[in-house]
């Protein structure tokens, strides 16, 4: 008896998107090499996000109208547009647009594992953090869990910080070996500093984070954002092929405000800034945001200079969060544990 092959299965990216112009392109270049359709949920995009995945044939996008923060919900979107769209067997790639993937990925043993992987299978990947500059890298020993091998198994998210996949109890976790993900987003500062306090003021408002401390260390982001790794020279591979075909793998554009910028204000009339005093998104210049939101016609701001925290009250909570910190980082070593913020 002669054996069939099995179909490739087909590779579906699931994509969130909110003002991504800044990447999309360079994203949507690159998946679009390699995935046979990509998903994207788009939560009320004012830039030119949609006019960009208009021009490649591949993309689908659906509409995300929730207007909260809701990961569970976006991601059950994304994924029941693959499962409508897309014929089995499938992969589902759920992957942010500014996760690139390395130009090698697919000459690797891990790609072509990855595509023989039976149904079920959480496939997890090492996102590298280009560091400051394409040409290094900071490298975690954490692996993501990114992909799945679908089964059609439910998907069982949470509001902030879930899972993207489904992620079935005692399913078979494949760590892709060599297939990496260049993360581009700590190559921004500002743009990086500015959504690490849209998280916290938005962890305080839905109340996922309700410990104030907690809350700083998580989005401790005067500090080193992309937590404590290895500081490595980035490789020529992990660019090389997609340049050849014409994609920009190295611009990045980094203005001083953003649209997090802008929901943190909103947030401010919404609720008064007593409210976020306590959180750690004192050291920028509201008032001059504000001033050139204004300036730029957008709505829902506030209509007075921004009441910030008094200045003892933000250096009282650098003190106590000092302590906090180093408690943590006590308390880890005793016991043995990890952690991405202390090693």
Same mark, same amino acid.
């Given at each position: ?21 800044? *990447? !999309? ?5 690159? /998946? ?8 994207? =949920? ?35 979107? !994304? ?29 690797? =043993? ?5 595509? =023989?992987?039976?149904?079920? /299978?959480? !496939? ?37 910080? &879930? ?17 990496? !993900?260049?993360?581009?987003? =700590? ?19 839905? &109340? ?22 290895? *500081? ?9 092929? +997609? ?15 953003? +649209? ?42 506030? &209509? ?17 969060? +000092? ?12 016991? &043995? ?7």
């Amino acid at each position: 008896m002669i054996a069939v092959a099995s179909p490739r299965p087909t590779i579906v990216v699931l994509t969130p998107v909110r003002n991504e112009a800044w *990447i !999309l392109e360079r994203f949507l270049s690159v /998946t679009s090499q390699f995935a046979d359709l990509i998903i994207l =949920a788009d939560q009320g995009s004012d830039d030119d996000t949609a006019a960009i995945a208009a021009r490649f044939p591949k993309v689908v996008v659906v509409a995300n109208e929730d207007r909260g923060f809701d990961e569970a919900h976006r991601q059950d979107l !994304l994924i029941a547009a693959a499962r409508e769209r897309a014929p089995m067997p499938r992969i589902l790639l759920a992957f942010d647009a500014d996760e690139i993937l390395a130009a090698d990925a697919m000459d690797r =043993a891990g790609w072509r594992t990855m595509l =023989a992987a039976p149904p079920g /299978t959480v !496939l997890s990947f090492e996102r590298v953090d280009l560091f400051l500059t394409t040409e290094r890298c900071m490298r975690h020993d954490p692996w993501r869990p990114l992909g799945y091998v679908d089964d059609g198994a439910r998907h069982v998210g949470r509001t902030i910080h &879930g899972g993207r996949i489904p992620l079935p109890h005692g399913a078979p976790n494949l760590k892709v070996a060599d297939v990496l !993900l260049l993360h581009y987003a =700590a190559l921004r500062t500002a743009g990086m500093a500015s959504k690490l306090r849209w998280y916290s003021v938005l962890e305080n408002v839905l &109340g996922t984070c309700p410990h104030v401390l907690k809350r700083r260390l998580r989005y401790v982001n005067h500090l080193d954002f992309t937590g404590h790794g290895r *500081i490595e020279p980035s490789r020529s591979e992990w660019f090389a092929e +997609w340049e050849r075909r014409g994609i920009d793998m190295r611009t990045v554009l980094d203005p001083p405000y953003h +649209w997090y910028d802008l929901e943190v204000l909103r947030a401010f009339k919404r609720y008064d800034t007593r409210r976020f005093w306590l959180d750690d998104i004192w050291r920028f210049d509201w008032d001059a945001c504000l001033d050139w939101a204004k300036s730029q016609g957008f709505g829902g701001l506030p &209509g007075r200079p921004v009441r910030t925290a008094p200045d003892w009250l933000v250096f009282v909570m650098r003190g106590v969060e +000092w302590v906090h910190r180093h408690q943590v980082r006590a308390r880890h070593r005793l016991s &043995g544990r990890t952690s991405r913020r202390f090693k």
